[in-house]
């Protein structure tokens, strides 16, 4: 699978030994045991976080549609393993877990995703945090410090972080990189030294708005901790969603590709309007981190714009009529949201500040319908 390009990998990983076409969906909570020698085994390996091998035993421990969805994530991030769970907070919730065993601090990168910010916040896993930006990280870290935290592009304003420089800047701490906004399609974190890259497959990967998940690609000896954290915390991934988000795969390079299209078209446009004040699209700034061959391979399908205040924003809101105004990302339809009010309600206003989350700022997921159409919509919204 290793040789083959990214689109290709997401189309067939996981697919291995099929008798039907389409891969098998088992609902099973529990599974037969023939063999109890050999589920005892299976239970005491699985117990201490090593893949499954044989028995699944019960759906807690491993489930063989939600393995192939992890098989499949793998192969397109170029590690040794995944670990699905139920959300891509129970994702992230479970990295932070494992770095806890090994120490109780943790440097993190604003902007984050709005519920990471607020985990972090909460202090409800026992972390101490320092909140860094990409060129503080180095002094951020102290001799506790088990995980550097870090989103690319960031949500909401689309921010990039050089992930080399900050791996290089983390030294020995490990580096988690949140991905959701690329997909695997446009960025491979692992390739650039992260240990942990984590999706929101509730986004791109599902890319139809009815799946949930979450998943951590990284080395199998990290993976063993997740799975154990998996088998405490109850975090597990549906098999439906499972199923799903494996389906999903098959589309996404071409869903990514589409949308970003459109984006490109979208974000250019925007940028000439008289009432935007700013676009904020990957490749506007930090250029040398986007393009054919660098940490991005293309700009992506989410972009932000600033309009002149919150009311603006809310207006355009209420005004869109082929573009749907929700929160989440990554779907079929074009979605558009006010994060201040929504997705980074959570986050104290310093932090909102710190992460250059305005009052005046939409963010908008491009989807998959005509671009000129979504133009229309979005130039009439903006009066
Ligand atoms: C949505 C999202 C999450 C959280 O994922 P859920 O599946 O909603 O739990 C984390 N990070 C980013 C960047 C997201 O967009």
Redesign the pocket.
């Known amino acids: 699978m290793n040789h083959l390009s990214t689109e290709s990998i997401a189309i067939h990983a996981g697919r291995h030994g099929l008798t039907g076409h389409a891969a098998p969906l088992d609902l099973s909570t529990t599974f037969r045991i023939d063999d109890l020698a050999g589920a005892v085994t299976g239970i005491d390996a699985m117990a201490e976080g090593r893949a499954c091998e044989g028995n699944p035993v019960y759906s807690r421990l491993h489930h063989p549609t939600v393995a192939r969805f992890e098989e499949a994530i793998a192969a397109l991030e170029r590690t040794e393993a995944a670990v699905g769970f139920g959300?891509?907070?129970?994702a992230?919730t479970a990295v932070l877990m494992a770095a806890g065993m090994r120490g109780k601090h943790v440097v993190a990168v604003r902007p984050l995703?709005g519920?990471?910010d607020h985990l972090l916040e909460s202090r409800l896993l026992g972390l101490d945090v320092t909140w860094a930006t990409a060129d503080t990280v180095a002094e951020a870290i102290r001799s506790d410090t088990s995980l550097v935290l870090a989103?690319t592009p960031a949500?909401p304003t689309l921010d990039l972080v050089d992930i080399r420089a900050v791996v290089e800047a983390a030294g020995d701490v490990p580096v988690m990189v949140?991905s959701?906004?690329a997909s695997p399609i446009l960025q491979s974190p692992a390739t650039l030294g992260a240990r942990f890259v984590v999706h929101?497959?509730?986004?791109l990967i599902g890319g139809h708005g009815d799946a949930?998940?979450?998943v951590v690609a990284c080395s199998q000896a990290d993976a063993a901790a997740l799975r154990q954290m998996r088998i405490l915390t109850g975090a597990v991934m549906h098999p439906m969603s499972g199923w799903m988000l494996h389906r999903g795969l098959q589309t996404l390079a071409a869903r990514v590709e589409w949308a970003q299209r459109s984006a490109i078209v979208l974000a250019g446009r925007l940028r000439e309007h008289a009432v935007v004040e700013r676009v904020l699209y990957p490749g506007y700034d930090h250029a040398a981190l986007v393009g054919e061959g660098r940490q991005m391979r293309g700009p992506g399908s989410m972009l932000s714009f600033v309009l002149p205040s919150a009311e603006a924003a809310e207006a355009v809101m209420k005004r869109v009529q082929l573009i749907t105004p929700a929160v989440?990302?990554g779907s079929t339809d074009s979605l558009i949201q006010r994060p201040a009010a929504l997705t980074h309600r959570v986050v104290s206003e310093e932090g909102r500040r710190a992460g250059g989350v305005v009052p005046g700022l939409l963010r908008m997921s491009v989807g998959l319908e005509n671009a000129d159409d979504l133009w229309r919509d979005l130039e009439i919204a903006l009066g």
């Open positions: 959300s891509g907070m129970g992230i995703y519920g990471t989103e949500n949140d959701t906004f929101s497959a509730t986004k949930m998940g979450g989440s990302l």
